[in-house]
């Protein structure tokens, strides 16, 4: 069984702000443990990194995990429960209040929709030229921002691609390897302080329906464990 969480994101990227570090956090969306074991391959940059596994929070969708990562708590406490949840409960702190707190500065960048509502609302990134949904508008936002004191990074492609092909697709694996390039980018291009690299779920194969070959919901391996990784002090 994991010993880590995707709660530890928060904890985390928090002890390095205190200690007056710089943090990147990029939460790759549908990146599930098992997608990364198959597609290793596909990921140099990512599987150079030595991920360890860490557990997903239940149900392993992008709200409830998103929600999870941003506070460091679980779906009891944060209040997020569905893909209809969009409030955290009164009185949770989410990690860019503290960094503001902390008088540093924070961006958010994510895809088309605002997927949870949080302290800090997102730079939001819609597909402006029909190439690889939103993970290459993502990335040049995020390249854009690479001065702030606290930039977390949410790519949302490998999920939409596994939605539509399955996890262990040859469509999943060329958009990881595309998105490794980018995080590669992103890490080389950071300089000095913390990194912090995880999913917010993983993916199951399913002929449920056949226009959706991968989904997620089940308390299973494939969709509860996701890679984690942390770079720095």
């Not at 990227?13 to 990029?26: C, H, N, T």
């Not at 599930?32 to 596909?42: D, Q, R, T």
Request: hydrophobic share 40%; proline share 5%.
């Amino acid at each position: 069984m994991p010993q880590r969480s995707i709660s530890s994101a928060f904890h985390d990227a928090l002890k390095a702000l205190e200690s007056g570090e710089r943090v990147l956090v990029i939460l790759l969306d549908g990146w599930g443990w098992e997608k990364f074991l198959y597609h290793a391959g596909s990921q140099p940059f990512l599987s150079s990194l030595n991920p360890e596994p860490a557990i997903a929070a239940y149900p392993p969708i992008t709200p409830v995990g998103l929600a999870t990562v941003v506070t460091g708590l679980q779906p009891d406490i944060h209040g997020i429960h569905s893909r209809s949840d969009r409030q955290l409960n009164d009185g949770v702190t989410d990690i860019f209040a503290e960094a503001t707190r902390l008088g540093r500065t924070a961006v958010f960048v994510q895809s088309t929709t605002n997927v949870i509502e949080t302290s800090l609302f997102p730079i939001l990134s819609p597909d402006a030229d029909g190439l690889y949904g939103t993970d290459n508008e993502v990335f040049e936002n995020a390249r854009r921002n690479l001065d702030a004191d606290l930039l977390f990074v949410h790519f949302k492609g490998i999920d939409d691609i596994g939605h539509t092909y399955g996890p262990y697709s040859e469509e999943v694996g060329a958009r990881l390897a595309l998105i490794d390039g980018y995080v590669q980018y992103l890490a080389g291009s950071w300089g000095q302080g913390t990194m912090i690299i995880t999913g917010d779920h993983g993916m199951h194969h399913t002929h449920d329906d056949s226009r959706r070959l991968g989904d997620h919901y089940r308390f299973c391996h494939e969709d509860i464990i996701v890679p984690y990784i942390i770079l720095g002090k």
